[in-house]
């Protein structure tokens, strides 16, 4: 069995602070942990790690990459000791290789805080082993989405795919003072994206198609100027290949999210 879960992880180590504004997001995250049996490994693909073609972590004791900036000094000691996977890491490459996407093993990189700060309110106890799967820096869609179907061969039990970014990522947007026409925009953008990743009516061709078109969606660009957040749902939709069991709305940072859950016998 195989669980696919698309989050929000917030702004940088935001969450972990005690910032008010993640209270909600924080709380979501401990319960879609709460309403999985505890994961084997997971395998995270996190919107901070872009590469020419998909990189793969293989170390065994991946060390952490502080990659945010301007935050207390407290941020930059925070620790999570998971330790990393190589022999779902060999999975992992042999599936996108066997699919025909170009792939590599990468022993050097560390976990981001794509995973570190999530997986740190979901699992505090760091006992999971995890790797971490880069997106393409092209940012193509559809390619993302065939990433995802190249992840259905894994033939791992108890392993959670995990897609962490953000529905909403407009960052001028996040520091702009409240304003109606704003949050308007993206309430059109939340609901047709849950539409489209949870409504069982519509055909699989079909919402893959309005997936890689997701730009055409209402207000798509306001809401991901670039959407390096948004593609790790492509790639869960991909490895799940159906609508989704579970869409979650999530607030973080003052703005309208969401989380999609798959449940994969």
Not at 31 to 50: D, F, G, N, Y
Not at 107 to 113: E, V
Not at 152 to 161: E, M, S, V
Request: charged share 20%; aromatic share 10%.
């Amino acid at each position: 069995m195989k669980h696919i879960l698309y989050i929000a992880h917030g702004g940088g180590p935001m969450p972990l602070l005690g910032d008010k504004s993640h209270d909600d997001m924080v709380t979501k995250l401990r319960e879609a942990a709460a309403q999985m049996p505890k994961p084997k490994a997971i395998l995270v693909i996190s919107a901070h790690w872009e590469t020419d073609i998909p990189h793969v972590t293989t170390a065994t004791k991946p060390e952490l990459i502080y990659d945010y900036y301007g935050f207390p000094p407290e941020s930059y000691t925070i620790e999570y000791p998971a330790p990393g996977e190589p022999a779902l890491a060999e999975q992992v490459l042999g599936a996108i290789t066997t699919a025909g996407i170009e792939a590599q093993g990468d022993a050097q990189r560390g976990f981001d805080h794509g995973l570190f700060v999530p997986l740190k309110l979901m699992y505090p106890d760091a006992d999971i082993p995890c790797v971490q799967l880069s997106l393409m820096n092209h940012l193509n869609a559809d390619t993302h989405i065939k990433l995802g179907q190249a992840l259905q061969a894994l033939d791992y039990d108890n392993l959670l795919i995990l897609g962490s970014g953000f529905s909403f990522h407009n960052m001028r947007a996040f520091f702009a003072p409240n304003h109606a026409e704003a949050d308007s925009q993206n309430a059109a953008f939340q609901a047709w994206l849950e539409l489209v990743c949870s409504d069982p009516e519509i055909d699989e061709k079909q919402r893959q198609h309005m997936l890689a078109n997701w730009q055409e969606a209402p207000h798509a660009r306001f809401c991901h100027p670039r959407e390096e957040h948004l593609l790790p749902l492509h790639v869960c939709y991909g490895a799940a290949g159906r609508a989704c069991d579970r869409a979650t709305t999530v607030y973080a940072l003052n703005k309208e999210s969401r989380m999609f859950y798959w449940q994969m016998n």
